[in-house]
């Protein structure tokens, strides 16, 4: 609605502007035109006004509906294709939330907006969650909620704002301690400098043989390291990218539009990106090196999770 008024204010200054001036050349240039019966300025005022209203309407229109084509952005499955990515993203809901032992979903620090922070909390206190504890500087956190969160037995581990640490960093690590054997980071994704962090945490945990994954609605963010191979829940047409991280990685590409067989993906290029699922059951296989895998589907689960390598042959 906001973005609606602002266009529709926008449109109508601009042809005020345009009605201002037409109406005074006709008033100083063109009141010889103007019929014996009528006045002048009463002449140049309807002339203008009945082309520039009817103008009005219609560019509103159009500048509308090309703002929401804009935000919407181009989906090559179109209509079902959005509808699959809705569907996906409402699979992250109360249901799988209340199921889901190592979710972490961050409320404090991290370079983004308050109005973001607090929607993280909002979707736990909507949704009746009551998390094991909370983690963080608490800078987003006021004080009703952490009061009700509080009253709720929730268990609130509060930290200083200035430390060398992040709260992704502090809430994996409280997890990990309380015994959490697969780690889902909800709400890390956004701000650069923050998602590139929780990429360094994926790739420390996924080092130590711990199975952790960044989801948002349409998206899941995996590391992968070597030797290890995992498989995709994702539907065909799924768009999956894959970059190396650090030096370059030798991989394998079962089920994806471009497969590859032990072929190498250079860590200063861009050839990994822009893939896409062909079928059920895609597999990714690292052979050396670590890798980071995209998946633009916030349900995606990787079912088939790590297993041994193909031996080579």
């Given at each position: ?7 529709a ?73 959005r509808?699959?990515e ?12 209340r ?44 004080a ?14 509060r ?72 498989v ?82």
């Amino acid at each position: 609605m906001r973005g609606w008024r602002s266009l529709a204010l926008a449109v109508f200054v601009a042809l005020a502007a345009r009605f201002v001036f037409h109406f005074l050349s006709g008033l100083i240039f063109f009141a010889s035109y103007a019929p014996e019966w009528e006045a002048p300025w009463l002449y140049a005022a309807t002339y203008n006004l009945l082309y520039l209203v009817p103008e009005g309407v219609l560019t509103t229109a159009a500048a509308v509906a090309g703002a929401q084509g804009l935000r919407r952005g181009p989906s090559p499955a179109g209509h079902a294709g959005r509808a699959r990515e809705r569907r996906a993203g409402r699979r992250l809901s109360r249901r799988r939330v209340r199921g889901a032992r190592g979710l972490l979903l961050r409320v404090g620090c991290g370079g983004r907006p308050r109005r973001r922070r607090r929607r993280r909390r909002r979707f736990l206190l909507a949704h009746e969650v009551t998390p094991d504890l909370v983690v963080g500087d608490f800078d987003s956190l006021d004080a009703a909620s952490a009061e009700r969160l509080a009253a709720a037995g929730v268990e609130l581990a509060r930290h200083p704002v200035r430390k060398d640490v992040t709260d992704g960093e502090l809430a994996v690590e409280a997890a990990r301690a309380r015994g959490a054997g697969e780690l889902v980071l909800a709400g890390a994704l956004g701000a650069l400098d923050h998602t590139l962090g929780h990429l360094a945490i994926l790739r420390r945990l996924a080092a130590g043989g711990v199975t952790a994954r960044l989801v948002a609605p349409r998206l899941t963010v995996r590391v992968v390291c070597s030797p290890a191979q995992v498989v995709l829940d994702a539907p065909a047409g799924t768009r999956v990218s894959l970059a190396p991280l650090g030096e370059d990685a030798v991989v394998s590409l079962d089920g994806l539009a471009y497969p590859l067989v032990r072929g190498t993906l250079p860590a200063a290029a861009c050839l990994g990106l822009g893939n896409a699922v062909t079928g059920r059951g895609a597999r990714i296989e690292v052979h050396s090196g670590e890798l980071v895998v995209l998946v633009a589907l916030g349900a995606e689960t990787f079912a088939g999770e790590c297993r041994p390598p193909t031996p080579a042959a």
